[in-house]
């Protein structure tokens, strides 16, 4: 039987580093406040002139040099971001031109911070179909750019950061390895509790001046109804994910969550029961990277030598749309 198995992976991260106290010094909040609050000390900001499909590039290279395999090997590019180079073409497509391969299909996911997790699954059902044997699926993201650096945005703009993580995702037939289950779910009545207004298509035309001079540019959140539904979804998804599985939660080396906030992943971890040791977070130094988050903290997992071949993982991740999502895998 073919399954899915990540065969490599990579990350790219800015080299700029803003601190909370830089954040502060543009908008009304504290290092305490942010620390205290969701468990960030520094994100990374893009410069100017850099888009998501630039940080994905790096990041694909790094996970495609480290499966062994060439770009020209990838049958399939899936893209995940909420924050594409452009409205379109797809960011896969300029990330396609970028890697120099042939004219392989792309895909842009649009799910935000379960982005990463709805591509594996595509991935994974390309996969096991037996359709393409290496797929590249990158989570990217450019946040600096779409932020409210004032008081008015202080809510939002202190939880995000730029960054992108990647995974190859190859055909194995090695017995009990690869993805053995994944979950997806959304919920659209509570769209506006995290979205964005512009652009508007419904109007026309679909943005103006208005547009800038109202803050409607930058994302709007209810962060009290995001972070009780994190925690309520995330946790009936962990056991559900298991129960179907017939998974022990002692058997699973590792839970690698989306990084939203450490207070949403510690409320999580308490209530399951699951030690901190293997509940993973890196959110203090990146800050939330949506559809980058779970790439990003699985290649430095990895490469710190924590994982090894047979351990069970789980990915799990919730956010905007609402949308969640897990992936049950045997390295
Ligand atoms: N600095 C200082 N004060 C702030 C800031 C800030 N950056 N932002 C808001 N405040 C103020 C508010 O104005 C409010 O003031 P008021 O009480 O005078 O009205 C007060 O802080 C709110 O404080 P709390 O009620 O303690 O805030 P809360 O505990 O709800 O924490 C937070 C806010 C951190 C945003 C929390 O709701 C949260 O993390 N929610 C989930 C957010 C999330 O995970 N989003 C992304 C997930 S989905 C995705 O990744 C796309």
Not at 21 to 41: F, N, P
Not at 77 to 87: G, M, N, R
Not at 234 to 246: A, D, K
Not at 257 to 278: F, T, V
Request: hydrophobic content about 40%; aromatic content about 8%.
């Amino acid at each position: 039987m073919v399954r899915s198995v990540i065969t490599g992976t990579g990350r790219y991260v800015p080299p700029r580093v803003v601190s909370n106290a830089e954040l502060a010094g543009l908008m009304d909040t504290s290092d305490e406040w942010i620390r205290t609050r969701t468990g960030i000390i520094e994100r990374r900001f893009a410069d100017e002139g850099v888009s998501s499909s630039d940080l994905g590039l790096e990041a694909a290279r790094r996970a495609i040099e480290d499966a062994g395999l060439q770009p020209s090997d990838m049958d399939l590019i899936i893209f995940a971001t909420l924050s594409p180079d452009h409205h379109f073409p797809g960011s896969g497509c300029y990330l396609q031109a970028k890697l120099g391969v042939p004219p392989i299909g792309c895909l842009d996911v649009r799910n935000q911070c379960t982005g990463f997790l709805y591509s594996l699954s595509v991935a994974d059902a390309f996969i096991r179909s037996g359709v393409y044997k290496n797929i590249l699926v990158v989570g990217a993201e450019v946040h600096s750019s779409a932020l409210d650096m004032t008081d008015r945005g202080r809510d939002i703009a202190v939880l995000f950061g730029d960054g992108a993580g990647a995974a190859v995702v190859s055909a194995c037939k090695e017995d009990g390895r690869g993805i053995i289950h994944s979950e997806l779910h959304a919920d659209g009545r509570f769209a506006r509790a995290l979205y964005m207004d512009v652009w508007d298509i419904s109007r026309k035309p679909f943005m103006g001046h208005e547009s800038v001079d109202s803050g409607e540019i930058y994302p709007k959140m209810d962060g009290k109804t995001v972070f009780k539904h994190a925690v309520t979804n995330m946790i009936q998804l962990f056991q559900h994910t298991l129960e179907v599985t017939g998974t022990n939660p002692a058997d699973i080396k590792y839970v690698i969550p989306h990084q939203a906030n450490m207070r949403i992943n510690q409320a999580i971890a308490e209530r399951l029961g699951i030690p901190e040791e293997k509940f993973l977070h890196n959110i203090q130094r990146y800050a939330n990277t949506t559809a980058a988050s779970i790439p990003i903290l699985l290649d430095e997992t990895r490469r710190s030598g924590k994982i090894e071949k047979g351990d069970l993982i789980l990915l799990i991740a919730f956010g905007s749309g609402f949308t969640w999502a897990s992936t049950l895998l045997r390295w």
